[in-house]
């Protein structure tokens, strides 16, 4: 369960870490682009993702459990 107080920007995606296959936790609402029009991520939450080895920054909930958040950009593949 992800904690209700993070930050989730616009183009970032939270990741449970550390995992042998990360997975996506939850999604940022998107970009605005160049015609004003919200463009949403097509990440689903649930996804196993590969992103790159220097990218995001590690966060801990209260709980204890760790996430990465990456931007979109950082990610090299989803898996599933």
């Known amino acids: 369960f992800i904690d209700s107080n993070i930050l989730r920007p616009q183009e970032h995606i ?12 939850a999604v940022g609402p998107g970009v605005y682009g160049e ?7 097509e990440i689903p939450v649930g996804s196993s993702v590969m992103y790159s080895k220097y990218a995001g920054s ?15 950009g950082d ?5 599933s």
Do not use: E, M
């Open 35 to 41: 015609d004003g029009n919200r463009k949403p991520l």
């Open 75 to 79: 990610l090299l593949a989803l898996l």
């Open 58 to 72: 590690d966060y801990k909930s209260k709980d204890g459990t760790q996430y990465i958040v990456v931007k979109a």
């Open 14 to 25: 939270i990741i449970s870490y550390p995992v042998s296959t990360p997975q996506v936790k």
